[in-house]
């Protein structure tokens, strides 16, 4: 168990940069140490506890991170322990402690397996056997594991709906032994120990629901905005490993199902793959890797559950079977795992590091000093520094992390990274924080929008108030910096001024449009297809194609929700200096015609199956 703690501790390896996830994570260290309300003053899908999840490192909160990884890491090794050392057969037991030590690392996969474990360790009746000698009764287990679960489900909003969903069938399958005091027990140390780390952390108990709230509408947007395409091929071993986790499951029989108990926690274990599914497969690429292994683990945890059962050569086979599959793919789309040894080299490499920060983390801290004097160095905006003082300022599109090395007052709109702003909640949350006497002093923008979108698109609503209140100061390493003006520009978005619905690949012309100022929006409905994979996949993806004067044809990601709140379209922005231009002079590139397309190079023809085969777009004056 020793090894396996040190094999699984994730301390801080490095200083987070500009770069879009390094911002964040280092942003989500910021909102810890100023203690900033989450579901107020920011909104994501992590929540307050969210930095111990990431591997940036922040000098002002190394210490609990450092004891956040020696607690919660020794709890994963005791719970993967304990299930462990229930599985029946050797050779099973001894894939499953090897798939934990040498599967890809990545926390989405370990912190799931570590909540379905924690609702996993309390039955070893469910089995139809007595506990081990060496651990204490099943029923002492319960109130930890429900406590731990409330810990937990504050870190990330996902991990708060895996612990939910643990937490009902812990408390369900309670109540169905008859141990109705236990599950009352468990249910109050859930919530206790949630409100106490929503506390601690300096959190308003008005604001959960709101956390939650907001988090819900990111992850309910999700599936749109950030959807990526990614190999047919992962995607069909995937379904494969799901199929043969359902036959091994239907080869049990239904008497193995009569237990109420195993009814719960093997709908847990079906529930819990499904979204590891969406997890991995909405943006697909790196992500299969969280799915591949955590579903290599499902089985065995599966064979825990029914470990007094008589094993039989097909189960065997097909449980087998499963678990090869997902571990194969556990190590084919690891793009680390260049080679089959890769995963192993890489454990020990992170094994002896986690050792060294163990046993001595000055040096290691040292480093990481070092680092942090670099990008400070490197990311340097002294003209801004100056200018801005001891003023507030945020940051257009994603890249707080310029704004931290800089130490600068960060005063972050609710959505802080534009392109998570994807929902009519969220993109008005961020206007009206632009119109409110919360809004900073400064904004420093460079517009990076993600996937080739639109860069007008993101975050729209409230790059239009910016518009309004601000005004051009400097440029500096292409970051534009702008000022609060004393007074608003009055609102310019006007009347419609064309309108038409025009079919896929159908060229929609604009040159007789009158005004020098234009915005759109694009309306596209899904089919009964389209809203099925919706639910299990994700849509397929939709593209803008615009004919600029002078400048031939683009292409850009067209996201149906942005599209349909509205942006600006001429003059067309497609960098910062385009922002800049149309700020001081009031002109820019202008659009002469467009079309919706289903791919890069689409042409017309009839919508994909996903969408029906009309798209409605609107013009309107001014923006």
Known sequence: MLLLWVVLLDFPTFTAGPALDHSWQQALGYFLKNRLQAGTDYIFTYGPLGYFYTRAYDPDLFGPKYAWELIIKMAIALAVVRVGSRIPQPTARAVFFLAVLFLPDHPDALYPFFILLLAVIPFDRVAGAESAKLWPPPSSWAVPCAGLLGVLGLVKFNLFLFALAAMLALALTLAAERRRRAALAAVASFLVCLMAAWILTGQSLVNLPRYLHGSMQIAEGYVEAMAAEGSSGEVYHALAVMALFLAALAAWGLRALVRPQRVLLLGLLGLSLFLQWKHAFVRHGCHTMIFFS??????????????????????????????????????????????????VRQRFERTVANAQMLLFPAPAREKLEAQRRALEKAWSLPRVRAEVGAATVDVFSHQQGVVLLNGL???????????????????????????????????????????????????????????????????????????????????????????????????????????????????????????????????????????????????????????????????????????????????????????????????????????????????????
């Open 294 to 343: 955590f579903a290599a683990l499902v089985p065995l945890v599966g064979s825990a559950i029914f470990r007094a059962d008589r094993p039989s050569r097909r189960r065997t086979l097909l449980a087998a079977a499963g678990v090869t599959l997902a571990l194969f793919g556990g190590f084919a789309y690891d793009p680390s795992a260049v080679r089959f040894l890769g995963p």
């Open 409 to 623: 007052r960060y005063r972050p709109r609710p959505v802080f990274q534009s392109y998570s702003a994807y929902t009519p909640y969220l993109l008005a949350a961020n206007a009206r924080f632009y119109q409110s006497d919360s809004a900073p002093d400064y904004v420093l923008i460079q517009l990076k929008p993600i996937d080739d979108r639109v860069p007008a698109s993101e975050d729209s609503p409230a790059l239009r108030e910016v518009f309004r209140r601000y005004r051009p100061v400097l440029v500096e390493k292409s970051f534009l910096l702008l000022q609060r003006a004393t007074e608003a520009a009055a609102p310019s978005l006007g009347a419609v001024i064309g309108e038409t619905t025009a079919r896929f690949g159908e060229e929609v012309r604009l040159d007789h449009l009158s005004g020098s100022r234009q915005s759109i929006q694009v309306q596209v409905r899904y089919a009964a297809w389209g809203r099925m994979r919706r639910l299990l996949l994700r849509p397929s993806p939709l593209f803008l194609r615009v004919a600029i004067d002078g400048e031939g044809v683009r292409h850009y990601r067209l996201i149906p929700a942005l599209a349909e709140e509205g942006f600006l379209l001429n003059p067309f922005i497609e960098d910062t200096q385009g922002l800049l231009r149309l700020l001081e002079q009031g002109g820019g590139k202008r659009v002469r015609s467009l079309c919706v397309t289903d791919a890069m190079t689409g042409s017309p023809g009839a919508a994909p199956a996903c969408y029906e085969d009309e798209v409605r777009v609107v013009i309107r004056a001014g923006w």
